[in-house]
T-cell receptor, first 116, second 111 residues
Framework: DAGVIQSPRHEVTEMGQEVTLRCKPI?????LFWYRQTMMRGLELLIY????????DSGMPEDRFSAKMPNASFSTLKIQPSEPRDSAVYFC??????????????FGPGTRLLVL | QKEVEQNSGPLSVPEGAIASLNCTYS??????FFWYRQYSGKSPELIMS????GDKEDGRFTAQLNKASQYVSLLIRDSQPSDSATYLC???????????FGGGTRVLVKP
């Protein structure tokens, strides 16, 4: 089975530009998570979806960040406008809901974002 | 106080020795506890999970959980250079779906 797929793997952009990160969860997984990882703040949960519905977006840093999950196999995280402090590695993870709290989250390879 | 506390390390251990990693958490409602390993430049991957008080062994890894003390640990026996990585502790929330990650402990295994 394919794991979580993220694209692009690397993104370099200039301040003020729009950035869109994409994620395809593992087939059959109906819970999807977006994380951001930096040296200073570690691995932080930004938002998660259950059955394509956003459940908790309390980690989204500000209105410049938005996330959507239009169907069970695709999600996007958008930053508009981007700022240098958004530079980080963004991970997408997925898990099945059926197994309850004991189910593991599986991480994608991440998107390394650099905003100049 | 952080929600999940880990010693950042580095924890330096000789090859073949036991590496002991500790984690404390603040949410008493946490139901499940996960240890992830993250190599530099890579994504986190699951090493162990534990749900009940006591010990759980899987190969060279043993997870220990004490909910009363809000403490979870990971032991790596017969440490190998390939175990050199950052280990992330992640309790689930009371609802069970959301993980909160600690800052990680960096482990260096020296040949």
């Amino acid at each position: 089975d394919a794991g979580v797929i993220q694209s692009p793997r690397h993104e370099v952009t200039e301040m003020g530009q729009e950035v869109t990160l994409r994620c395809k969860p593992i087939s059959g997984h109906n819970s999807l998570f977006w994380y951001r990882q930096t040296m200073m703040r570690g691995l932080e949960l930004l938002i998660y979806f259950n059955n394509n519905v956003p459940i908790d977006d309390s980690g989204m840093p500000e209105d410049r960040f938005s996330a959507k999950m239009p169907n069970a196999s695709f999600s996007t995280l958008k930053i508009q406008p981007s700022e240098p402090r958004d530079s980080a590695v963004y991970f997408c993870a997925s898990r099945p809901l059926a197994g309850g709290p004991q189910e593991t989250q599986y991480f994608g390879p991440g998107t390394r974002l650099l905003v100049l | 106080q952080k929600e999940v506390e880990q010693n950042s390390g580095p924890l330096s251990v000789p090859e073949g020795a036991i590496a002991s990693l500790n984690c404390t958490y603040s949410d008493r409602g946490s139901q499940s506890f996960f240890w992830y390993r993250q190599y530099s430049g890579k994504s986190p991957e699951l090493i162990m999970s534990i749900y009940s008080n006591g010990d759980k062994e899987d190969g060279r890894f043993t997870a220990q959980l004490n909910k009363a003390s809000q403490y979870v640990s990971l032991l790596i026996r017969d440490s190998q250079p390939s175990d050199s990585a950052t280990y992330l502790c992640a309790p689930s929330g009371a609802a069970g779906n959301k993980l909160t990650f600690g800052g990680g402990t960096r482990v260096l295994v020296k040949p």
